[in-house]
């Protein structure tokens, strides 16, 4: 395979294919292959994102990040998770939407953006919300293009000395801000539903 320069750390390494194999790991410290920490109903998103039927969220193990004050630091950090195929993270997303999701919601995928492609080849019947750090290279999400219908990305610092010391990103604003108007490129002006869920849009956390 090519080395991996998927996020703008641009490691530059060949990554393992799977955890079983003996291979090299980037700085998010995960194979390829999706590690998926939880999947479920969400209901504490924004409301226009969980409505009253819930997001079907699912949570990736390991981080391109790895802020000091992550909130999930045992998926980010300590990368908790069972390692799944392209057809069973597919498959994961069918059983959200069969459960009620509003959308499926993809948290922290950056890593995983090949398999999460792969898994999205056939369109999905209700949005996808790529939920993000917003360290993301630009070249990468252009990938997503089509298959990501609303993206919701932090906006974590505008200080490049704050975002070094804590979350080994000194150029996070600039990269972050790049990311987020190609995201917008991408989405146009958000649009939301006669019952006012987002259909598709940016929604920026900051």
Request: hydrophobic share 35%; proline share 5%.
């Amino acid at each position: 395979m090519n080395n991996c320069m998927i996020c703008p750390r641009q490691c530059n390494i060949a990554r393992e294919n799977s955890s079983a194999d003996r291979g090299a790991l980037g700085f998010c410290q995960m194979p390829l292959l999706p590690h998926v920490a939880r999947a479920g109903l969400h209901f504490w998103e924004e409301p226009c994102i969980s409505g009253t039927r819930g997001s079907g969220t699912v949570f990736f193990s390991g981080c391109n990040l790895h802020c000091v004050f992550c909130q999930n630091y045992e998926i980010s950090y300590l990368n908790k998770g069972k390692e799944l195929s392209i057809p069973e993270l597919r498959a994961l997303y069918d059983k959200l939407i069969k459960e009620g999701a509003h959308n499926i919601n993809l948290v922290t995928p950056t890593h995983y953006l090949k398999a999460v492609l792969a898994s999205l080849e056939e369109p999905l019947p209700v949005p996808v919300v790529y939920n993000t750090g917003t360290y993301e290279s630009v070249a990468s999400l252009k990938q997503l293009k089509g298959k990501v219908q609303i993206y919701l990305p932090d906006l974590k610092y505008i200080s490049g000395k704050l975002s070094k010391r804590y979350s080994h990103a000194g150029d996070y604003f600039a990269v972050a801000t790049a990311a987020i108007k190609e995201m917008y490129a991408q989405t146009g002006p958000y649009v939301l539903d006669e019952a006012g869920m987002m259909k598709s849009g940016i929604i920026i956390r900051h």
